[in-house]
């Protein structure tokens, strides 16, 4: 066994200072980027309690672990924590807190006591969401769909969704600060055609928060006046329009996915790269592709409305701009690939997660066709095979890439490797289990099982089986991380400052890095991924 | 001179490399934020649109209640208000640290006033009964959509009152700091970008204004 301490006390950023004030008065981004570790999976695992709630119930045809009123305020929580509180902030405010000053060169964020604001700003946010849900719970669907959420819910809306609406200025501050950072605190010599494309797809996620979230907050708003003060806006009994709630809805939680998943992608092609030993496959493509996603992002909203009564030529437009949202992500998944291409490839858990990805990924948007597909939408509109498409995009994508990306950077987050074995284990089982999970969906879905019930016909029952099966597989790959990740904290080998010979500006200073993180601001006169110039990295110490 | 320059050093925050950067950078990120605010707007004004449009009868009924003549004035008072944050900014510049004080607090001044004359305004319309809620009561065959209008009315000018709000307390705090003399030609960018907040509240009502008082009358034949 691995025991030994750091062999020099050098000041890190974990040992400048100690106690609990120092962690909650911080303002060095990386310790941030810690606080909102702690939280984000926090929100992860309650969110995947729910979640389970859900499995089991769907266990069986009938209604017989939980009721309708009860299954609907399950599902409804299990969403909206996921989505507000876990799937939005994980890898921009875990690892792009951590990694973007990094990997630029810089100091901090442009704005260090703004990032702690945020952090606060989040926890206040899932605070009242979470006592909301305790005390009356939500049974609207994550969408929040008026008139039933503003008059008939007898849940409390108004306390979840003053806690969504709180949270989004935590989203709104953080890509503020992203885009600021990258703007002006650049490194000498970090062109924009040298950044990582780490930087790029944060800064397309970024500028997706910052024009995105303040209309879900402002949407939110008038949701919660309408409920409490019965100011007419939204229910046509007060004389408003439901539509107009969901075009301003979808006008953010579409581009939304994006925000959940361009930072997946960002994390993708650092790994990409550095377990092929190779450039990036066309690097302006990869990076504009980013920015035409977050572009093409805000103009596909009414896709989620085929059957809502929006006109048909309305319904042909945006059917066909949905598609071009396929052009830039394809051009990802081939480049990832191109990069592949006679690359010397090497097998560490950060790869697996990028091949699981890669396959998850192309599934979930290649049906993402099928549903903008207005004839198949409408046919499969609010089954399962939803449920499944963004399954496959938001959990087969971002966690998948999320997790990858703990696994990358961990070493330079804590100083110390994981336990390679467990964690090509775990890889395997979050594949496996996520694939038992979710595909049988797909099918399930397909042959018209509707979502958001919590009976069904008899005849769904072997594919649901199927799916709760996987969810505990999935369970499983999920917790065992949590395990060895808070073992290796004291167990795991010493890394150096470059376990796996990475190219990037972060792996260039100790880990864990300093609290001014360079000793010397560094200049840059490579391009990113500069991997011909780089030896291969060693075999990974295992401990143990 | 001496002075100024020491005070400059003093102000860096330890992530900058020089003067330079931390000012462009916190004017930038000004610039950032205030877009985040056209989208929070925006949301509200689409709906003001969506609405106008479908039920254009009722908004004009609605609009043809507006004191025209307080509204105007209230512009007027917005306007030299930015006059006044406009001289602040600049004497602040050249280093006047009494003249940028008086300018701030006449910053203030007009800004209470301007809240003063809207609480007027929502005074005589909760007097008309034309608060939404279930006191609201309007002659007109489309009520239900009058209802819609003045909903918009008191969420629009309800949140612009409220940035309004919250510019006096920053245009407060940053008076304060210039009495204490923290600022100075070299260092007085707090200033600067406090005046961009101030000037985009502003330009809200400069739309705000003409929406919920003006276009309707053209039309509606009042």
């Keep these: 066994m691995a025991t030994a301490a750091l062999p020099v006390e050098r000041e890190t950023y974990l040992n400048s200072s100690y106690g609990v004030k120092s962690w909650l008065l911080t303002i060095d981004h990386k310790r941030i980027a810690l606080l909102y570790l702690i939280g984000v999976t926090a929100f992860f695992f309650i969110g995947g309690f729910f979640a389970m709630l859900v499995r089991l119930e769907l266990l069986t045809p009938a209604g017989d672990l939980l009721q309708s009123d009860t299954y609907n305020r399950v599902f409804t929580m299990h969403g909206v924590v996921m989505v507000f509180f876990f799937l939005i902030p994980a890898i921009p405010a875990v690892l792009g807190n951590f990694l973007v000053p990094l990997m630029i060169g810089a100091k901090d964020l442009a704005f260090p006591r703004i990032n702690l604001l945020s952090w606060y700003i989040f926890m206040l946010g899932g605070t009242i969401s979470l006592y909301a849900m305790i005390t009356g719970g939500v049974d609207t669907g994550w969408t929040f769909y008026p008139p039933y959420s503003s008059t008939f819910s007898n849940s409390n809306v108004t306390g979840v969704g003053v806690g969504v609406f709180i949270n989004g200025f935590s989203s709104i501050l953080t890509g503020l600060n992203f885009i600021v950072t990258i703007h002006r605190m650049r490194a000498p010599g970090l062109t924009w055609g040298r950044l990582p494309l780490f930087i790029w797809s944060h800064y397309a996620t970024s500028v997706i928060m910052v024009l995105g979230t303040p209309v879900i907050a402002i949407t939110l708003l008038l949701l919660v006046f309408e409920r409490v003060l019965h100011l007419g806006i939204f229910n046509p009994a007060l004389g408003g329009d439901p539509l107009l709630f969901q075009h301003l809805f979808w006008f953010y939680s579409h581009p939304a996915v994006y925000i959940m998943v361009l930072p997946g992608m960002a994390v993708i092609s650092e790994l990409v790269t550095c377990f092929s030993r190779k450039r990036i496959f066309g690097y302006n493509f990869v990076a504009l592709a980013s920015v035409g996603i977050a572009v093409l992002g805000f103009l596909v909203w009414a896709h989620h409305m085929f059957v809502a009564g929006i006109s048909v030529y309305a319904a042909m437009v945006f059917s066909l701009l949905s598609f071009f949202v396929a052009i830039p992500s394809a051009i990802k998944v081939f480049n990832w690939t191109a990069t592949m291409y006679k690359g010397s490839i090497s097998y560490s858990t950060p790869m697996l997660y990028v091949f699981g990805f ?157 609290t001014h993180n360079f000793d010397e601001t560094p200049v840059v006169t490579w391009e990113a991924y500069n991997y011909d110039e780089l030896p291969a990295h060693e075999e990974v110490p295992i401990a143990g | ?142 009520a239900k959509h009058v209802e819609i209008f003045f909903s918009l009315y008191f969420a629009m000018t309800g949140l612009h009152a409220l940035h309004m709000v919250i510019g006096i307390g920053l245009v407060s705090v940053i008076t304060y700091f210039t009495w204490r003399g923290r600022y100075t030609a070299g260092y007085h960018n707090p200033v600067e970008i406090t005046g961009l907040y101030w000037h985009f509240v502003d330009l809200v009502w400069i739309y705000l204004f003409p929406l919920l008082y003006l276009i309707s009358h053209r039309h509606g034949g009042h």
Excluded at chain 1, 387 to 395: E, G
Excluded at chain 1, 425 to 438: C, D, I, K, W
Excluded at chain 1, 485 to 491: D, G, H, K, P, V
Aim: aromatic share 16%; with cysteine; proline share 5%.
């Design chain 2, 1 to 142: 001179m001496q002075d100024s320059h020491a005070t400059a050093v003093h102000a860096l925050q330890h992530h900058f490399a020089d003067m330079e950067q931390q000012r462009e950078t916190s004017t930038f990120g000004m610039w950032v934020f205030l877009i985040t605010e056209i989208m929070f707007f925006g949301g509200l004004f689409l709906s003001y649109l969506v609405y106008r449009l479908s039920y254009y009868d009722a908004f004009v009924a609605g609009s043809s209640t507006m004191h025209t003549m307080l509204g105007a004035v209230n512009t007027a008072v917005l306007i030299c208000s930015s006059l006044t944050m406009v001289l602040a900014v600049h004497n602040a510049k050249m280093g006047h640290r009494k003249l940028t004080v008086v300018f701030l607090i006449l910053t203030m001044v007009l800004g209470f006033g301007f809240l003063g004359i809207k609480a007027v305004e929502y005074h005589e319309h909760w007097v008309a009964h034309e608060v939404p809620g279930p006191n609201f009561h309007f002659d007109h065959p489309d």
């Design chain 1, 358 to 514: 890669i396959g998850l990924f192309t599934i979930g948007g290649l049906t993402g066709l099928f549903l903008a597909s207005i004839g198949v939408d409408v046919h499969v509109h609010d089954t399962y095979f939803i449920v499944a498409h963004f399954h496959y995009i938001m959990v087969g994508g971002t966690i998948m890439a999320y997790l990858g990306g703990l696994h990358f950077w961990w070493p330079k987050i804590t100083g110390r490797m994981y336990p390679e074995a467990w964690a090509k284990l775990s890889a395997l089982l979050v594949f496996v289990g996520f694939n038992l999970t979710f595909f049988p969906q797909f099918v399930v879905g397909y042959m018209g099982m509707p979502r958001r019930y919590h009976a069904y016909p008899a005849e769904f029952q072997v594919l649901n089986i199927l799916s709760t099966a996987g969810a505990s597989i999935l369970a499983l790959g999920y917790l065992l991380p949590m395990v060895y990740f808070i073992w290796s904290l004291r167990y795991g080998a010493i890394a150096g400052p470059n376990p796996w010979n990475a190219a990037g500006l972060e792996w260039k200073t100790a880990s864990p890095p300093p």
